[in-house]
């Protein structure tokens, strides 16, 4: 087996061998945990289908638990024991009018009360949003339409802190492993990361640029782990884990922005001929009217809004058809137990299916990012050959 040197920076960490492989035994038996990791429900939420659950004439909405489960967070819901719900709270940083303002989502009341003249709203048309009140001549509170800045740690931000600081700990205790036991067998966590490591130099990278290969493979590197670990942990139902992180459009959108950059930065002389004076193509499709110009133009910015939702769409909705199924239990078990017990046995194994096949998808879809990157730093690098 070929063996690869990596030149990280040497970091003392006498546990984070053992902390890693751990976290690696947890992520791996724990592949449909997000089944269960859904998001409060406030009283002043928008309505939707709402079904009872029967005792209480408690009421569940399928489509607002779904929802709520994929978008972004001010806190971390961990679960609800009777009408109490269990949950981290996280920190608020607020930019004022040129002030700082801080302090803990707990703070909130799920988004029913205000805390030092500001609110978390439940309802639109700022749903989700941190408003500023101030309370009227006539003592009702008034809403100021211009939203303070908002820097907060939400729960894609802190699984994003997570994400990053395992990635550095895992490939760290690695650069250690190899410095360490140079010119040796890998063992441990080495034989994990090697085989993907050289897979994707040699079967991405190197088969897809050419020989500029070399100057991509960090990038390349870099977004394929950052995305495969991040849809692995999405997967876990415990805490830091099942956060929709590469499911939030605006993680996709900063990734393929990346690919754009370095692919319009690296693009060379034969790169932008090809797009502004394609050869081969009839002089009738470039004058008077610039046609093929502009649809290749045009293909610059596509290219990479592709990525940013091909990586989007796919992990959101592997998460939505998973709590689907698992939300059919409690519709049907509102026109009788019987029902709701039926339903469980056609909709857990599917679920779990579901589950088995995100575990897949995690895997999948980092591939097709850091291919179809290469493909596009290959074509932007490709010299010609006349």
Known sequence: MAYLKLDFITLSDCMAGKIIRFLFVI???????????????????????????????????????????????????????????????????LIDEGKLVMFSSSKFHHGHDSYKGYRLMSEEPYKGKIVKVTT??????????????????????????????????????????????????????QSLLEPLILFVRDDIAKSSIGHHYEKFTPFLLTVFFFILINNLLGLVPLFPGGANVTGNIAVTGVLALFTFTVTTFSGN??????????????????????????????????K?????????????????????????????????????????????PFAIFMGLLEFLVAFIQAYVFTLLSAIYFGMATEESHH
């Open 27 to 93: 992520l791996m038996i724990s592949g449909i945990g997000n089944l269960y990791a859904t998001e409060p429900v406030g009283e002043g939420s928008e309505k939707g289908t709402e079904h009872s659950t029967g005792e209480g004439g408690k009421k569940f909405d399928a489509g607002r638990m779904i929802i709520e489960h994929v978008i972004d967070s001010h806190e971390w819901h961990i679960a609800e024991i009777g009408e109490t719900p269990i949950s981290i709270p996280l920190p608020i940083i």
């Open 304 to 348: 990479p809004f592709v990525l940013m939702v091909r990586l989007f769409a796919n992990i959101t909705a592997g998460h939505i058809i998973i709590l689907g199924f698992m939300s059919l239990i409690f519709i049907f078990g509102n026109m009788t137990p019987g029902a709701g017990y039926g339903a469980s046995l056609v909709s857990v």
């Open 136 to 189: 009227g001549s006539d003592g009702q509170e008034v809403i100021n339409s211009e939203l303070p800045l908002d820097l907060s740690i939400t729960k894609t931000a802190f699984a994003l802190l997570f994400s990053t600081i395992l990635l550095s700990l895992i490939f760290i205790s690695v650069a250690r492993a190899y410095k360490k036991r140079e010119g040796q067998a890998p063992k441990g966590l």
């Open 269 to 302: 002389k034969g790169y932008w001929k090809h797009i502004f004076n394609a050869p081969g193509v009839p002089w009738w499709l470039k004058l008077p009217v610039p046609l093929m110009p502009v649809v290749e133009l045009v293909g610059v910015f596509t």
